[in-house]
């Protein structure tokens, strides 16, 4: 397969300016959105005109306690065959806590939370990530996440955490440079350490995306233009190997087309200033480094998995506890853990629920009409220590249960308005025609 080239993330809300946009070579679209058997029009047509699209996912959450579920996996599989995709991508991240483990609640963040850069949680990290190999059709390669928080007691950089992943389990990288500005500003670590720690050669591709800085915190918000301090550090990875491919990632706040291609040109200049000093990578992807589970792969230490045991049964419950914690402190209002920067917790926190009010208006766009202009307050207000225990649409229907039993609307037609909204979404089974249709007459009457 030939290398990737120059792409940009696909979001339903820029199909059509993803399509006119001249040069592009691939897209990457998040996994979750997508249903196998009705893929988007937009997405048949760019595979039509032979662009590759790369499933991205965001929910497995391979850098929890718990090993990776095989319903998720059997659904990322899915979509990585109906796209005909080269490879498929994910994070190392913790996106869930609780559960059996614990004997507690499941928590759901709702969002990319970083792993403790331990031996306990590397020896974890590289056991979910075989398991996800093993069910996964085609290459797997982990993204570097953005963080606000710094675990306690960490025993490895990112880079050597990253190094000892990739050699443990031959997983490629997703290099996400704009993530490694966000943990200079947010957590004090220098972006070209890192990249020289790095195992290059394991490079999938790279991401670029933009940010702003507010009090002190760099928000990675995919909804700014990508700044200069970003390419410099995408021109400082490029100076030391050639990626097969860059993509332009973009969530929110979406800008016209011709600043999108204002981006990807700045980006293609970044790429064309460069002077590599080591030759290309492979353009195959099945030229991955020896697989460290092959008795052929030979070494000690971390070049050797542990066996499954009692040794990686204990760290599994030692993690499950520590990020249920924090992640209760997060999600529910419980005192912050030891050893964790309470101001930093509390920002983070209030991240989190702003960013779940933000996801519940656009899975649920019937609430914020209902509610006007109070709908952001009473959200937070609800999630300030109410966790997410399922996804997003579940949260909207908990948030609607929430008002409705504390009696909190005080507009009595907006009260009933968000009561039918409540029942017609949280029966049984949906309503029948004939009650769809009494309904009708209802209000017209």
């Known amino acids: 397969m ?15 300016a993803v399509e006119g946009l001249p040069g592009i070579d691939w897209v990457e679209a998040v996994a ?23 499933p991205h996912g965001v929910s497995l959450g391979l850098g929890g306690a ?10 990322l599989a899915a979509r990585v065959e109906a796209l005909g995709a080269p490879l498929v991508t994910e994070h190392i991240a913790f996106v869930r806590a609780g559960g059996p483990l614990t004997a ?11 792993v403790p850069r331990t031996r306990d949680a590397l020896r974890i990290l590289c056991e979910n990530v ?4 093993d069910a996964l059709p085609v290459p797997l390669a982990l993204e570097n996440i953005a963080a606000l928080i710094n675990w306690p007691d960490e025993e490895l950089t990112e880079g050597q955490f990253l190094a000892e992943l990739v050699e443990r389990t031959g997983v490629r990288l997703l290099i996400d440079v704009a ?33 702003v800085e507010r009090d002190g915190v760099w928000h990675d918000t995919h909804a700014h233009p990508v700044p200069g301090v970003v390419l410099d550090i995408l021109a400082d990875l490029v100076s030391r190997v050639s990626p097969p491919g860059v993509l332009l990632e973009r969530d929110d706040a979406f800008p016209p087309a011709a600043e999108l291609a204002g981006e990807l040109g700045a980006i293609r200049a970044t790429l064309g200033a460069a002077k590599f000093p080591t030759p290309p990578l492979p353009a195959a992807w099945g030229a991955l480094p020896p ?7 030979g070494g000690a230490g971390f070049g050797r998995p542990e066996p499954e045991g009692a040794q990686t049964e204990g760290a599994r419950t030692r993690l499950a506890l520590s990020q249920a914690a924090l992640l209760s402190s997060l999600t529910a209002g419980t005192p912050v853990p030891a050893g964790f920067d309470g101001r ?32 952001r307050e009473a959200f937070l207000a609800y999630a300030k220590s109410r966790p997410m225990h399922g996804g997003y649409r579940q949260d909207a229907l908990d948030f609607a249960r929430f008002l409705l039993d504390a009696g909190r609307i005080e507009d009595a037609d907006a009260g009933r308005r968000l009561g039918r909204w409540w029942k017609e979404r949280a029966g049984a089974r949906p309503p029948g025609r004939a009650a769809r249709l009494l309904r009708t007459l209802v209000r017209a009457a």
């Open 179 to 211: 993530n490694l500005h966000t943990n200079r500003v947010n957590r004090g670590e220098d972006p070209a350490k890192a990249l020289g720690e790095l195992p290059l050669e394991a490079i999938a591709y790279v991401h670029v995306a933009g940010g």
């Open 66 to 75: 718990d090993r990776p579920d095989a319903g998720r996996l059997a659904d």
């Open 104 to 114: 507690s609640p499941r928590l759901e963040a709702g969002h990319l939370l970083p």
């Open 2 to 16: 030939k290398n990737l080239g120059i792409g940009i993330g696909w979001r339903p809300e820029i199909a059509d």
């Open 130 to 133: 075989r398991i996800a190999q």
């Open 344 to 375: 930093r917790v509390r920002v983070q926190a209030r991240m989190l629920a702003g960013k779940r009010a933000d996801v519940v208006a656009k899975v649920a766009p019937e609430l914020p009409r209902i509610l006007g202009g109070g709908y």
């Open 291 to 297: 697989d460290p589970r092959s008795s052929s792969a």
């Open 32 to 54: 979750e959105n997508l249903c196998p058997g009705h893929l988007p029009d937009s997405l048949v047509r760019l595979r039509e005109r032979d662009v590759t699209v790369v």
